[in-house]
């Protein structure tokens, strides 16, 4: 089945060291997301790729990074991970940007900051 | 800024029962409208979307929505619940042109035998 894969599904990483969470996705979209959800919160859009374009939200930190080697994989890096950055991380694809194209959500990794 | 709200955090209803979810949206030009739904331990799939046309639309799993433009709301809908229906519900608003999405908090709905 097509899909979205997130690789792992739970990261525990310390204070400061940097840490990256990878995505895949087998549907050949163009389009990449990446958001943060913590608790009780909505998902908060953090940046996509429009194939290689990247495009930043404005409030997203700079120790957020993130990297689209081709269209199926995508990387998110946080340079130097804090206590606050322990959320659930959601990567998304979807076919092409547009306000009427759905998205397709994959499981989603946790992350937990010591 | 647009923003998205979901009135309940938490509800438990019996089997059979009917689901009503709050969703309304601050945003005054053209929205495209989403109900996802993330079932324990899992991803979030689509339940339904609305873009244009029939403001009552009909989703999987017997999931049903009205937009209703002048109260900038789309409530989700469901006339009987069963125990498989327990998860957490998700409200979201596309607007530009990116497809970018802004999500309501959720609502975590518990359905009882």
């Known amino acids: 089945d097509a899909m979205v894969i997130q690789n792992p599904r739970y990261q525990v990483t310390q204070f400061g060291k940097p840490v990256t969470l990878s995505c895949s996705q087998t549907l050949n979209h163009n389009v990449m997301y990446w958001y943060q959800q913590k608790s009780s919160q909505a998902p908060k859009l953090l940046f996509h790729?429009?194939?290689?374009?990247?495009?930043n939200e404005a409030d997203t930190p700079d120790n957020f990074q993130s990297r689209r080697p081709n269209t199926s994989f995508c990387f998110l890096d946080i340079r130097s991970p804090g206590l606050g950055d322990a959320a659930m991380y959601l990567c998304a694809t979807s076919r092409e940007g547009g306000a009427s194209n759905e998205q397709f959500f994959g499981p989603g990794t946790r992350l937990t900051v010591l | 800024a647009q923003s998205v709200s979901q009135h309940n955090h938490h509800v438990i209803l019996s089997e059979a029962a009917s689901l009503e979810l709050g969703c309304n949206y601050s945003y005054g030009g053209t929205v495209n409208l989403f109900w996802y739904v993330q079932y324990p331990g899992q991803h979030l799939q689509l339940l339904l979307k609305y873009f244009s046309g029939d403001p009552l639309v009909k989703g999987i799993k017997g999931f049903e929505a009205e937009f209703i433009k002048s109260k900038f709301s789309f409530n989700l809908r469901k006339p009987s619940v069963q125990w498989s229906d327990t998860a957490e519900y998700f409200c979201a608003v596309s607007t530009d042109s990116w497809g970018k999405f802004q999500f309501g908090a959720g609502t975590q709905v518990v359905v009882t035998p």
């Open positions: 790729y429009y194939d290689k374009d990247f495009n």
